[in-house]
């Protein structure tokens, strides 16, 4: 089993109030799947997916990731899992505006120790797969929204990692844009990358496998 | 991750923010400046002392009247307890076996005058010992000697400026000069000497110490300039001076010896806690560069908050951070010191081509040492911002605004 949330549990201490964001979930994700997370906004699945990510801590319960249990493994070794395991893919592209496109997708190569030549040949090479190799030296602000998504799914990937996990990858982008994305998350599954995809929309969710529903922090449906 | 990308990290973010980076340079660019010309300024003042005090002779000791309670202070004028007479100084120069000469001394100042012109000034009376000791060097003519001493004769030694003054382009050997009241026969003229610690030694008029008896009237000393045998007996002729002259005096010490080794080290100690004391101030303003250096790193990491959340969920370290951070603040500290060395070395340079008085010397260990603290500077104020940046919650910096 790639994930295996077991009551899980998570809530935020605020100066006068404790907010319970997620209150016991229990989940499992195999290799391989392709999975969408719905619910309202404020129903947690954003948090989920952080949890999921390792970039978030629980508060309770227990969470296996490739059967490692991570309440074990000190921030280094969480930082060590995301880089060479987990390809995010975040609702606001989150590029370094700065740097220009290959340099972007470049970074997790930076924090695995890949030497600068290996790297721009790794970061060409996964800009080709979003088709954007001739985008490779413009920076975010030159690029649409839907190009400056793939670019950061080429990043997502750059690694090799097991799994994606993209937070409303869509959510910002037009119908057209949508539906490049889409297609590029559906191939990837189909090369054996496990996806998880956080969304409120119905269209998005209706390409996946299966549909994971989260409503005021617990699971309503999908959850076996 | 690799210093390379970590060092090509900062640059990148250095160079993005052109003008800050550079107001932040400044801060350090001129304290590390600062700290080198001062030091300097101070060497090049001790320098200049040591070489000044140097020509005036060698192996000298100074008997001035009057007890003054230090070694080695400046003998401000002849305001004596007691006479300090012309006998004591043959009585040092018999009977002292480490004294090579014992010069009297008698200084006054006159009006010279010739053929309508005439100049107030300094008139020396000194015995033919006196230009050796002194390292004083005659341009036309012959010093004083000895038959001149003996006999009291009426001759003169002019100084450069008195001679251009008083004589201007006349030949000046033979002529006959007016001092106080009597008529006095140029034999030489000095070499041009020039200002030594703000006394114009050219300013002078030399005549024999038994004349210069007669022309004020007195047996009162101004000072017994004493060449010894060497510096090892520096101690010994010392004491041998005290004990002569304590005997001499119904056993009252109302002299005091001055040593010119003595003058220099003293004056190198205190030029030395100046230079110091300046270079601390000078490395103050250093720190407040280090301030700067801090703030403008603690702002750096508020805006790249969100940079700091992507690059941690992309799987940088703490300890990435913390570097990347680290770096950017002393590449920072480091260019503005190498920036702070070239402006400090060349304004002391350049310096004493434009301010005449004010010699330098460039220290290395001053520009070595302004390079390491000013880089030590950069480490020290830029761990707290990078410290904070690296212990960020990777959640919480992807979602600052």
Known sequence: MLIRLIDIKKSYSLPKVTIDVLRGINLEVSGGEFVAIMGRSGSGKSTLLNVIGCLDRLTSGSYF?????????TDNELAELRNRQIGFVFQNFNLLPR????????????????????????????????????????????????????????????????????????????????????????KLNKEGVTIIIVTHEEDIASKTQRTITIKDGVCFSGCY | ?????????????????????????????????????????????????????????????????????????????????????????LLIEKRSSNVLHAVPVIVGTSWIKHAGKSRDTYVVGVNEDYFDIRNLKIAVGR????????????????????????LGEANPLGASVTIGDSKYRV???????????????????????????????????????IKIKSPDVILDAKKDIKDILIKKHANKEDFTILSQDEMIAVMGKILNIMT???AGIAAISLIVGGIGIMNI??????????????????????????????????????LGGICGTIVGGSLSLIIPYFIEFLPTELVWWAIILSFFFSAAVGVFFGVYPARKASLLHPIVALRYE
């Not at chain 2, 941690?312 to 703490?318: Q, R, S, W």
Request: contains cysteine.
């Open chain 1, 65 to 73: 990731f490739m059967d490692i249990d991570v309440s074990l493994k």
């Open chain 1, 99 to 186: 740097l220009n496109a290959w340099k972007n997708v470049e970074i997790p190569l930076i924090y695995s120790g890949v030497s600068a030549k290996e790297r721009k040949g790794l970061s060409m090479e996964m800009l080709e797969r979003v088709g954007l190799l001739d985008r490779a030296d413009h920076k975010p602000s030159e690029l649409s929204g839907g190009e400056q998504q793939r670019v950061a799914i080429a990043r997502a990937l750059v690694n090799r990692p097991v799994i994606v996990l993209a937070d409303e990858p869509t959510g910002n982008l037009d119908t057209r844009s949508n539906h490049e994305i889409m297609d590029i998350f559906g």
């Open chain 2, 1 to 89: 991750m690799d210093v390379i990308e970590t060092i090509s990290i900062a640059r990148d973010s250095l160079l993005s923010n052109r003008m800050r980076s550079l107001l932040t340079m400044l801060g350090v660019i001129i304290g590390v400046a600062a700290v080198i010309m001062l030091v300097s300024i101070g060497e090049g003042a001790r320098k200049y002392i040591q070489k000044e005090l140097g020509e005036l002779g060698s192996n000298i000791l100074v008997v001035v009247p009057g007890k003054t309670a230090k070694e080695g202070g400046m003998h401000m004028g002849t305001s004596a307890v007691r006479k300090l007479l012309y006998s004591d100084a």
């Open chain 2, 143 to 166: 010093g004083i000697n000895t038959s001149d001493v003996d006999s009291s004769r009426r001759v003169c030694v002019l100084g450069t400026t008195v001679k251009d003054e008083v």
């Open chain 2, 187 to 225: 034999i030489g003229v000095m070499q041009k000497k020039g200002v030594a610690l703000g006394f114009d030694i050219d300013d002078v008029v030399f005549i024999p110490t038994t004349t210069s008896k007669e022309l004020f009237d007195t047996d009162r000393l101004f000072n017994i300039t």
């Open chain 2, 276 to 278: 110091s004391v300046l």
């Open chain 2, 297 to 334: 790193m603690l702002v750096s990491v508020r805006e790249r908050t969100r940079e700091i959340g992507i690059r941690k969920a992309l799987g940088a370290k703490n300890r990435d951070i913390l570097f990347q951070f680290l770096v950017e603040a002393v590449t920072l500290s480091i």
